[in-house]
């Protein structure tokens, strides 16, 4: 039963546009929201989170932006460059537990 | 500094076999995270261990899954009689506050096992 939910599961977009990439979740008492980047043989590396008392959060190229009432949060990468080409994964969590939950996964092409 | 470091990086066995699977955490990080990615799936939680207190063992999928964490530090999962279905990366993380989902969770490159 998965709680988040990335339906892409991958994305091309050339050098310099603009990548969205989407991320659904199902339980209203997630709280907390991060995106993790993964390249191939190594483990996640954390990239930029949001708490559900903001609706965007931005970091440089990366923005996140967050709908409570859609259950719905968006990574935003601006502009996209072939180092960005990587698997990234969407993560909710609720305050006071004690694990993320994780999307299956977008795997991002930055064409060059 | 050394970031999480797993072994081995690659494991196969044979069906009933049993396999014990290592992480080292980043020095000091008092909470620790196991977690299994199997093919087309997202990161599945497993495990939690933080600092002295009674892991969370909420995810593990069969009581043929435990795990350890020796003196606050290193952590080993241990599956026995092992299944096909069981072949996944296995992933672990450390982190440095209190422990929780909200904390940054820094990952090793994680365990590749395959049940033949």
């Known amino acids: 039963d998965q709680q988040v939910k990335q339906n892409s599961p991958s994305l091309s977009v050339q050098e310099g546009r603009i990548s969205i990439l989407n991320c659904d979740y199902t339980n209203s008492m997630f709280d907390y929201f991060l995106w993790y980047k993964k390249y191939p043989a190594e483990g996640p590396t954390f990239l930029i989170s949001?708490?559900?008392?903001?609706d965007k959060n931005e970091d440089g190229r990366f923005t996140v932006f967050l709908n409570k009432s859609a259950k719905h949060l968006s990574l935003h990468i601006v502009p996209s460059q072939p180092g960005d080409s990587a698997v990234y994964f969407c993560a909710a969590s609720e305050t006071g537990a004690n694990n993320l939950f994780f999307g299956t996964g977008t795997r991002l092409t930055v064409i060059p | 500094g050394a970031g999480v470091s797993q072994s081995p990086s690659n494991k196969v066995t044979e069906k009933g076999k049993d396999v014990e699977l290592r992480c080292d955490p980043i020095?000091?990080?008092?909470?620790l995270y196991w977690y299994r990615q199997s093919l087309g799936q997202g990161l599945e939680f497993l495990i939690y261990f933080q600092g002295n207190s009674a892991p969370d063992k909420s995810g593990l999928p069969s009581d043929r899954f435990s795990a350890e964490r020796t003196g606050g530090s290193v952590s080993t999962l241990t599956i026995q009689r092992t299944q096909q279905e069981d072949s996944a990366v296995y992933l672990c993380?450390?982190?440095?506050?209190?422990?929780?989902?909200?904390?940054?969770?820094?990952f090793g490159p994680g365990t590749r096992l395959t049940v033949l």
């Open positions: 020095s000091g990080h008092t909470a």
């Open positions: 949001i708490s559900s008392i903001k």
């Open positions: 993380a450390s982190s440095s506050l209190a422990g929780g989902g909200t904390d940054t969770q820094y």
